[in-house]
């Protein structure tokens, strides 16, 4: 069974760069089989995918994040990445990681989720 | 970008049917994910390319697609499906694939 478990700062000045990583087990991030993927929530709203890597490298972004996101994978340590540069009190939110199997893509195994906080 | 529209919220009777409607530009020729989220809880897939269930989600659960709205329906509804849901797809047409509803509050009357 996959897990997946996120890990980071939970507090982040304003203007600087959110960093997360998701440990995955139970399954190799190196995998055909999976795509990784980071979906946000901000309090008191509705789920925001932010982008998602697959095996190969190939990475996709939420068109109004994709200036400021880059996700990528450590495949010796089986964790992917988060970063999401000049931050605002807008990224506040819960992170999660999640995994999409190839077939449906759908987000199947999820993180527990990392609530981080933009302030000063 | 692909915009999925849900209503914020539903309410419906213990024992009655409840369904949930997403709605999407012929929405029909996509697949279409669904998910619970119960507060503090990381989200659960309820159900995956329209009306496939995982493992261990309950009978009651199922799903259809069709022309512009999908729905997701839960029979015989129960207090604990009190949460928010949300109807998800990948446009893997789009440089941008992942796109979420707004999500659905299920009120348990």
């Known amino acids: 069974q996959l897990q997946l478990q996120e890990s980071g700062p939970g507090l982040v000045k304003p203007s600087e760069t959110l960093s997360l990583t998701c440990n995955v087990s139970g399954a190799s991030i190196s995998s055909s089989i999976y795509y990784w993927g980071w979906i946000r929530q901000p309090p008191g709203k509705g789920l925001e995918w932010i982008g998602s890597?697959?095996?190969?490298?190939?990475?996709y972004y939420d068109p109004s994040l994709k200036s400021r996101v880059t996700i990528s994978e450590d495949t010796s340590k089986n964790q992917f990445s988060l970063k999401l540069s000049s931050v605002t009190a807008a990224d506040t939110a819960v992170y999660y990681c999640?995994?999409?199997?190839?077939?449906?893509?759908?987000?199947?195994?999820w993180g527990r989720g990392a609530l981080v906080t933009v302030s000063s | 970008s692909y915009v999925l529209t849900q209503p914020p919220s539903v309410s419906v009777a213990p024992g009655q049917t409840a369904t949930i409607a997403c709605g999407g530009n012929?929405?029909?020729?996509?697949?279409v994910h669904w998910y619970q989220q119960k507060p503090g809880q990381a989200p659960v897939l309820v159900v995956y390319?329209?009306?496939d269930r995982p493992s261990g989600i309950p009978e009651r659960f199922s799903g259809s697609n069709s022309g512009n709205t999908a729905t997701l329906t839960i029979s015989r509804v129960e207090a604990g499906d009190e949460a928010d849901y949300y109807c998800?797809?990948?446009?893997?047409?789009?440089?941008?694939?992942?796109?979420f509803g707004g999500g659905t509050k299920l009120t348990v009357l």
């Open positions: 998800q797809l990948w446009d893997s047409s789009s440089d941008h694939p992942g796109v």
């Open positions: 012929n929405i029909g020729s996509k697949r």
């Open positions: 999640a995994s999409q199997h190839f077939l449906t893509v759908a987000f199947d195994y």
């Open positions: 390319d329209d009306r």
């Open positions: 890597i697959y095996y190969t490298g190939s990475a």
